[in-house]
């Protein structure tokens, strides 16, 4: 069975105002094949990890993506992309030197323009709906529209998701951070719908009654199953496998395995060939109501004829 998983890390994932987490290839290898993946996207912070990873799997197909420090950084050969961080508060840096990416920034824009074309960019996601967050959903479709040579991932689809549940009972505090989490992703799948080259990866799925699990499988045909690995490893479906049990009851296995078809098609596909499948402003109608586009249709044709 084709399998994808768009979005794990090894070598190191830096930390914020915590310590880096380790992501050894041998624990990536593991994951990857008790999972059965078989096209990963893996964002790397060395490069002697992912050929490591790459040695340790070669059944599998890798999309290789360098973390990006700076806009300074060398790009290494042989990759298919490049993964993006946006800070995420006071103190959040890559190892010792360099502090977030801010997306909204000209260093960005300009360093993007410059990747080659059909290059992936996966950017980090996560924080509140406030306009000056510099990495929510809408600041990525800006730079999709600006740099329409390259494929776009929003990573999370706007909102990691953990601890943004409705409460139960009334509690001011999590109710504002549910909703503020919902609109980041409800946002990501509107950006996704209407732009030909992005897409969204699913990291992370928490449950079948939490809005994003609603809004990633049922509002929108591009979203990617994502792992986050190691950081699935606490989330109850956050490997790929368990969220495929998840969603097996939802939608079943036939609808599982088009959404890995649809992800590997964004992912080989030249981004020329999405803009003539979709166009740069795709079908108004994707991620809404069947009733809605047929009420518009037959109200268009019984329009009398001017002249």
Known sequence: MLRVDDHLHVGVVW???????????????????????????????????????????????????????????????????IKLHSHRGTGF??????????????????????????????????GSASLNNVSRPYMIAKLAVETRHLKHIIVHSGSYGLQSYYPSKVDPSLVITALSQEMLVQEAALV????????LDSSTLIGNRHYKTETLILNTKKAAMGSDWPYCMKAPYGPILAGERMLTPLIGTGAIQAMHERALHFLDTPVTQLFEEEGMIVNEYAGRSAELKQLCDSTAKRKPKRG
């Not at 996704?192 to 897409?199: D, E, F, P």
């Open 192 to 199: 996704a719908n209407r732009l030909a080259n992005v897409y």
């Open 15 to 81: 930390g914020g105002r915590s310590e880096p987490t380790p992501a050894p290839a041998s624990g990536a290898a593991a994951y990857l094949k008790a999972n059965e993946i078989t096209h990963a996207c893996v964002c790397y912070s060395d490069r002697a990890s992912m050929d490591e990873l790459v040695a340790l799997c070669p059944e599998i197909k890798f999309y290789k993506l360098q973390w990006i420090a700076g806009t300074d950084q060398n790009l290494d050969d042989d990759i298919q992309g």
């Open 93 to 126: 840096s890559f190892g010792k030197e360099s502090q977030g990416l801010d997306y909204n920034s000209k260093e960005v824009k300009q360093f993007l323009k410059s990747l080659p074309e059909n290059m992936i960019v996966q950017y980090h996601t996560q």
